[in-house]
């Protein structure tokens, strides 16, 4: 039986501008959104949660569903499921990883996203980064109730 790995991100906004945590990938310094994959007895909204506090060192809770995307990775030859949340804060808070693997972040507006990945030996970490980010302001989500926990 083939299982794909499942993932969580979370679309951090904050007064136009948003949140993206700068890792190496591939020889390059890319831009995701914090995100990670589920772990054994978590919830997908709690593994959200647990990321973005990892990645950034921010507490919030999404307040909704952007997507969920299916995707197969060209260069490992895996697939994912991501579950994209959105959260909103009332200011752009420091980021303080706790995830050796981040080496920082950044607030950024759509535009200086788009011309940050396009330097030299920079790069988004994969496609959904910028589809989840034009998904969010399409205004595209759901509830959150559409997330059922059975036990």
Known sequence: MHRPYITMACVVHCQGKFLFVKEFE???????????????NETI????IREL???TGIDAT???????YQWHA???QKD???????VELAEQL????????IEGGLWLTPAEFQHYIQQEGQAERNPLVSQALQDYLNGESVSLD????FE
């Open 74 to 76: 060209p260069r490992s």
């Open 26 to 40: 591939y020889g390059k310094m890319t831009l995701n959104q914090p995100a990670g994959h589920l772990e054994q």
């Open 80 to 86: 994912y499921l991501r579950f994209v949340f959105a």
């Open 62 to 68: 999404p307040i909704k569903l952007i997507k969920i």
């Open 45 to 48: 909204l709690a593994g959200a």
């Open 146 to 149: 559409v997330l059922k926990v």
């Open 94 to 101: 420091p980021i303080h990883p706790r995830d050796p693997d």
């Open 53 to 55: 506090r990892e990645e």
